[in-house]
Nanobody
Framework: QVQLVESGGGLVQAGGSLRLSCAASGRTFSSYVMGWFRQAPGKEREFVAFISWSGGSRYYADSVKGRFTISRRNAKNTVYLQMNSLKPEDTAVYYC?????????????????WGQGTQVTVSS
């Protein structure tokens, strides 16, 4: 098991940027693939981005491709989500997730470990 803590959320105007961080406990962070998901009020949790164990593979939802960048620093047990050109529709609680395999990287059910979430609000 790994404990995850997100930070970096907040209120930003449309067109602005935020960088989310997700700090993981334990000494085996490099054994986990990591995902970012988000959930807006009244909507289901949706996939945002994925990064493999060493960062060699990265995937994004079409809605954020070209605007968001996922990265990780295994030496710091941290995964990041750089969000640029934010839109009001990006408003949601953002969660990081970890799993040793994540058989379907875009399916929330593939991840066993979740953070508590951080709120991102984009004003128009």
């Amino acid at each position: 098991q790994v404990q995850l803590v997100e930070s970096g959320g907040g209120l930003v105007q449309a067109g602005g940027s935020l960088r989310l961080s997700c700090a993981a406990s334990g000494r085996t962070f490099s054994s986990y693939v990591m995902g970012w998901f988000r959930q807006a009020p009244g909507k289901e949790r949706e996939f945002v981005a994925f990064i493999s164990w060493s960062g060699g593979s990265r995937y994004y939802a079409d809605s954020v491709k070209g605007r968001f960048t996922i990265s990780r620093r295994n030496a710091k047990n941290t995964v990041y989500l750089q969000m640029n050109s934010l839109k009001p529709e990006d408003t949601a609680v953002y969660y990081c997730a970890a799993d040793t395999e994540a058989s379907d990287y875009a399916d929330a059910w593939s991840y066993d470990n979740w953070g508590q979430g951080t709120q991102v609000t984009v004003s128009s």
